[in-house]
């Protein structure tokens, strides 16, 4: 199993606590990982990307591209928009660890068959973001950083 991180130098970040995380979190949504690589992009790229994969002529947060429709072990490679990030955690008051980590666990749980496309589907994959992130060993630390 491999998971790795292209992503800027982040005061606090730590990659291996970072992908123990998401393995707890595959395991219980019931899945396993095979292999997970989350790169940032800029907010160019990340629009072109948008539109080129989604049809989408705007800046994101998280594009996920899963190699394989289930069924499991998940194989995806995820693009971050690290513009997007920022403006979020500044926008919503919010720590950026705190915000990319609700953005990392965000694209697994496309993976596991979450969706956000409609005001239900956003309630239930936000609770469940909210729910993971209160496990992460290191959420406590995130408001001090």
């Known amino acids: 199993m491999a998971i790795t991180f292209e992503v ?5 970040f730590a990659k291996k606590q970072t ?3 998401l393995k707890l979190v595959a395991e219980k949504e ?9 790169k940032s992009f800029k907010r ?3 629009i072109d990307l948008n539109t080129q994969f989604l049809g989408h002529e705007y800046d994101t947060d998280i594009i996920s591209f ?8 998940i194989d995806a490679d995820f693009a971050l928009g ?10 919503f008051d919010q720590p950026l660890l705190k915000e990319l980590h609700r953005i ?14 409609n005001e239900v589907d956003q309630k239930e994959i936000r609770s ?11 959420c406590s630390t995130w408001n001090s950083i």
Do not use: F, T
């Not at 899963?66 to 499991?72: G, R, T």
């Not at 990392?104 to 496309?117: E, F, I, M, N, S």
């Open 82 to 91: 690290w513009d997007q990030i920022n403006e979020q955690a500044s926008e």
């Open 44 to 46: 160019q790229e990340m």
């Open 66 to 73: 899963s190699i394989q429709e289930h069924p499991l072990p």
């Open 128 to 138: 469940k973001e909210d729910l993971y992130l209160s496990i992460h060993p290191e």
């Open 19 to 21: 992908a123990d995380w």
């Open 104 to 117: 990392l666990v965000h694209g697994l749980l496309h993976c596991v068959g979450y969706d956000d496309h």
């Open 8 to 12: 800027p130098k982040l005061k606090g």
């Open 30 to 38: 019931g899945a396993r990982i095979q292999r997970l690589h989350y």
